[in-house]
């Protein structure tokens, strides 16, 4: 039976994801990933107690194979997304769920874009102080951290900033709110963006959130891009690391059960949505840096299932239209 209001949902409890993928994104050139993971100690001092993987991923003794695997992905995701809005005149782009992702600021400062990023109100609260030390004038005493970032980027009131970038609070499901983030935004086509959120939605809340962004989409014109084309795998831990914090975690928010059984069963979802699927990314993997870590971590038993896994895809990245 459908949630009779989605909205009101508590979504609180998936926030600490955003903590460890974070750390992990911090150790790949995902930009502004490791001078905000090196920032979280001080503007996150307290984090929730569900995100206690951190340890874990801080000692570097305890990066395992499953751990590699996991940071492989997220960065794969990333350039994914990335890779299907490189082809298109995007101007008006809003992301939703972004967590502590900073692809809207990387974006501002490269291109005119006007970019809203959106979250749970006490994510973008967080994420607002991360924006603050991370556009910080190199004189104002704010944490400068070092590591893999852009070169020299402005700060965030600079006339050399060519686009505009915003923090705004959204829970997806609430339709008013959301359309009035949409207004927010100029004349033009708009691309709405998302990676890690469908994953948390059961079907009828999935079905909530298309019916938003096409019924905008075909006000406004444009697209969606997600890396939420998940399927469910029959061993979701190759590695066997059953007490690892992450994977409790999926456990807790029922991962498995909210993906898709096949990729024709997703592309016939979106197609009762009223989408089309316009384009899949592909994605080299030999590009990504977390590539070699994980080949070095594993056993000659763990590669050979890790290629049987490769032959058999389990996740994609598409860019949607409304039919």
């Known amino acids: ?86 082809d298109l005149p995007a101007t008006n782009i809003l992301e939703l769920s972004s967590g502590f992702s900073f692809r809207g600021l990387a974006l501002s400062r490269q291109r005119p874009v006007y970019y809203i990023d959106t979250d749970l109100p006490d994510v973008i609260a967080t994420k607002q102080r991360f924006i603050e030390s991370l556009t910080a004038p190199a004189d104002s005493g704010s944490p400068q951290p070092a590591g893999p970032s852009p070169s020299a980027q402005p700060a965030a009131s600079t006339p050399a900033t060519p686009g505009h970038y915003e923090l705004q609070p959204l829970n997806v499901l609430d339709t008013p709110a959301f359309k009035a983030i949409v207004d927010r935004f100029p004349p033009g086509e708009l691309t709405i963006v998302n990676e890690g959120l469908l994953v948390y939605l059961d079907t009828s ?46 456990e807790q928010h029922n991962i498995e059960e909210n993906k898709f059984t096949s990729f024709d069963d997703a592309t016939a979802f979106f197609a009762r949505m009223g989408f089309t699927v316009e384009r899949e990314a592909e994605l080299d993997y030999g590009t990504l840096s977390s590539l070699p870590h994980l080949l070095a971590t594993c056993t000659p038993q763990q590669l050979e299932r890790l290629r049987d896994l490769g032959r058999t895809r389990i996740h994609a990245v598409w860019r949607l239209r409304p039919a």
């Open 1 to 86: 039976m459908e949630n009779p209001d989605p909205s009101s949902r508590d979504f609180d409890s998936i926030s600490p994801s955003a903590y460890a993928l974070l750390l992990m994104k911090g150790l790949t050139p995902i930009p502004y990933a490791h001078q905000a993971s090196e920032l979280l100690s001080s503007i996150s001092p307290s984090l929730p107690a569900s995100s206690d993987a951190q340890p874990h991923l801080l000692d570097p003794a305890n990066r395992n194979p499953g751990f590699w695997a996991r940071v492989l992905h997220f960065e794969s995701r990333y350039y994914s997304v990335d890779q299907l809005l490189s």
């Open 205 to 250: 809340e999935k079905e909530q959130l298309c019916r938003i962004i096409r019924d905008i989409l075909l006000r406004r014109g444009g697209c969606w891009i997600t890396g939420d084309i998940y399927l469910r795998s029959s061993n979701p831990n190759i590695f066997g690391d059953k007490n690892d914090a992450f994977v409790k975690f999926l």
